[in-house]
T-cell receptor
Framework: GAVVSQHPSRVICKSGTSVKIECRSL??????MFWYRQFPKQSLMLMAT?????????EQGVEKDKFLINHASLTLSTLTVTSAHPEDSSFYIC?????????????FGNGTRLTVT | TQLLEQSPQFLSIQEGENLTVYCNSS?????LQWYRQEPGEGPVLLVT?????EVKKLKRLTFQFGDARKDSSLHITAAQTGDTGLYLC?????????????FGTGTRLTIIP
């Protein structure tokens, strides 16, 4: 079945540094990928929609200069958390839809737990 | 404002019991999905419902989509410890097929052996 891989699974960084998270579709092409963040004991909140070859679309309240998204190929989207602060510590999850249509399955990566110290 | 409210937020029951989780919204969804998420992992799709009034069964799990496509329920029969996890409903309210999902508030289910 379709697989979405995220890397790294865990990362600890110091405040003020930047962290890049990769999301790959391993056996299918994804023109669109989605990035979510999830705080402990809470649900997933959509941050942005990553579009291959064009700018990402950010949800209201998400700083595009803080969370840089690059979708340079049909199988890779990256999320860079710039100048990270402790409040950016969270579980970041990407997803991609295999196949066309809004009823086709949405496959999720296993997430990246970011801890900013 | 959370568009999709799930209830209960937390549920802890004995193995073998039955339970129902609800997902409610004031918005109409073109489709609605249920996911289960284990700690430290991404959500895994359980089912997609599309038609109002639709009922789908997945072994001991029964999913129902409301007639008006604003709500859904998940019923688990004879719960097992392996059912423990975070259950999330998610829907596309855009009706434009732009693939954006809004997730519910989540129900954390614990099955006690």
């Amino acid at each position: 079945g379709a697989v979405v891989s995220q890397h790294p699974s865990r990362v600890i960084c110091k405040s003020g540094t930047s962290v890049k998270i990769e999301c790959r579709s391993l056996d299918f092409q994804a023109t669109t990928m989605f990035w979510y963040r999830q705080f402990p004991k809470q649900s997933l909140m959509l941050m942005a929609t990553s579009n291959e070859g064009s700018k990402a679309t950010y949800e209201q309240g998400v700083e595009k200069d803080k969370f840089l998204i690059n979708h340079a190929s049909l199988t890779l989207s990256t999320l860079t958390v710039t100048s990270a602060h402790p409040e950016d510590s969270s579980f970041y999850i990407c997803s991609a839809r295999a196949g066309g249509g809004d009823n086709s399955p949405l496959h999720f990566g296993n997430g990246t737990r970011l801890t900013v110290t | 404002t959370q568009l999709l409210e799930q209830s209960p937020q937390f549920l802890s029951i004995q193995e073998g019991e039955n339970l129902t989780v609800y997902c409610n919204s004031s918005s109409v969804f073109s489709s609605l999905q249920w996911y289960r998420q284990e700690p430290g992992e991404g959500p895994v799709l359980l089912v997609t419902v599309v038609t109002g009034g639709e009922v789908k069964k997945l072994k001991r799990l029964t999913f129902q989509f409301g007639d008006a496509r604003k709500d859904s329920s998940l019923h688990i029969t004879a719960a097992q410890t392996g059912d423990t996890g975070l259950y999330l409903c998610a829907g596309d309210i855009s009706n434009f097929g732009n693939e954006k999902l809004t997730f519910g508030t989540g129900t954390r289910l614990t099955i006690i052996p």
